[in-house]
């Protein structure tokens, strides 16, 4: 069992940056692969990236390319999220997720955090 508990929204104007964390708990973290999803007000969930459990590898939503980093800490079983160059539309709750093989879904969820991006 994995719990996940997001922190760091809250309310920024357009241009300007916020750093998510997503600190999990138990002692297998690493062999996770994690993500980032999304969801604005009356719209489907989207994913925004993605880092494979070693930290190798990591993945961007087209939208999110060149604004978005995702990286992660194993020692200290947590995830981030530096988001910059914000724009209104990506105000949503953002969301973190633990998967073990990915493609098969994701095993874990988070609460989310609101992120709330002013014009």
């Known amino acids: 069992q994995v719990q996940l508990v997001e922190s760091g929204g809250g309310l920024v104007q357009a241009g300007g940056s916020l750093r998510l964390s997503c600190a999990a708990s138990?002692?297998?973290?690493?062999?996770?692969?994690m993500a980032w999803f999304r969801q604005a007000p009356g719209k489907e969930r989207e994913w925004v990236a993605g880092?494979?459990?070693?930290?190798?590898?990591?993945y961007y939503a087209d939208t999110a390319k060149g604004r978005v980093t995702i990286s992660r800490d194993n020692a200290k079983n947590t995830v981030y999220l530096q988001m910059n160059s914000l724009k209104p539309e990506d105000t949503a709750v953002y969301y973190c997720?633990?998967?073990?093989?990915?493609?098969?879904?994701?095993?874990?969820w988070g609460q989310g955090t609101q992120v709330t991006v002013s014009s």
């Open positions: 997720a633990a998967a073990l093989k990915p493609r098969r879904g994701y095993d874990y």
């Open positions: 138990g002692r297998t973290f690493s062999t996770y692969a």
């Open positions: 880092i494979r459990g070693s930290g190798g590898y990591t």
